[in-house]
């Protein structure tokens, strides 16, 4: 079974800080994501990954910033947190697909990172 | 733009009673589709895909969808509710054009609760 570990369940910070939330896959997926959930508005796409050093902006980039510096391994950075960024937050891997842009392909969740900033 | 709709924000049956849960989606080519589950507190966890090779996917849990083209329809359904089943269900289509091709479009999700 693929597994993704995200690294903290649970994080409260305060406004203004610099925020890492760490998300390792163990199945040697190329494709990795990072998405927000909030109550009404569903998951929305922040950044995403097509391999090693690649990032792509997503939906609602704005305020955040990724690393992929190995291909198990996707941060996501909030750079100066504020409020607005309480949320729940998902990382999914994928295998790229054949041909198809990974469009036939599921992708697969951690468990979440719940993030309060007071 | 390509786009899921999920009718009903929340849904309860009965335990034993038939699940229907809805989804449709917008797409100018054949679609690739998918139904993920998510339990309080967790992930999302895949319950069944359709990729074109047959209409009627069989998921795990009992779950199974419907891929209609003439009503751009994929509703999920399960003949009886077990109490296991109250969950957030979400609809996604795979974006099919532009850089973010192959990313996932999602719905805004429908809760199931099952009463005793």
């Known amino acids: 079974d693929v597994k993704v570990t995200q690294s903290s369940r649970y994080l409260v910070k305060r406004t203004g800080e610099k925020v890492f939330l760490e998300c390792v896959q163990d199945?040697?997926?190329?494709?990795m994501f990072w998405y927000r959930q909030d109550p009404g508005l569903g998951l929305r796409l922040i950044y995403f990954?097509?391999?090693?050093?690649?990032?792509e902006k997503g939906d609602i980039p704005e305020g955040y910033s990724v690393s992929r510096e190995k291909k198990e391994r996707f941060s996501l950075i909030l750079e100066s947190a504020s409020t607005n960024q309480t949320s729940m937050y998902l990382c999914?891997?994928?295998?790229?697909?054949?041909?198809?842009?990974?469009?036939?392909?599921?992708?697969?969740f951690g468990d979440g990172t719940r993030l309060s900033i007071l | 733009a390509q786009s899921v709709t999920q009718l009903g924000s929340h849904v309860s049956v009965s335990e034993g009673a038939l699940v229907l849960l809805r989804c449709n989606y917008s797409?100018?080519?054949?679609?690739?589709l998918f139904w993920y589950v998510q339990y309080p507190n967790q992930g999302l966890q895949l319950l069944l895909k359709?990729?074109?090779?047959?209409?009627l996917v069989k998921g795990i849990n009992g779950f199974e969808a419907e891929f209609k083209k003439s009503e751009t329809s994929f509703h999920l359904t399960k003949p009886s509710a077990h109490m296991s089943d109250a969950a957030e269900y979400f609809c996604?289509?795979?974006?099919?054009?532009?850089?973010?091709?192959?990313?996932?479009?999602f719905g805004k999700g429908t809760k199931l609760s099952v009463k005793p």
């Open positions: 990954s097509y391999d090693v050093k690649m990032k």
């Open positions: 359709y990729t074109s090779a047959a209409t």
């Open positions: 797409s100018s080519v054949p679609p690739y």
């Open positions: 999914a891997s994928r295998l790229p697909g054949q041909g198809s842009f990974g469009r036939d392909q599921p992708q697969h």
């Open positions: 199945m040697d997926h190329e494709n």
């Open positions: 996604a289509v795979s974006q099919n054009y532009g850089g973010s091709q192959g990313n996932l479009i």
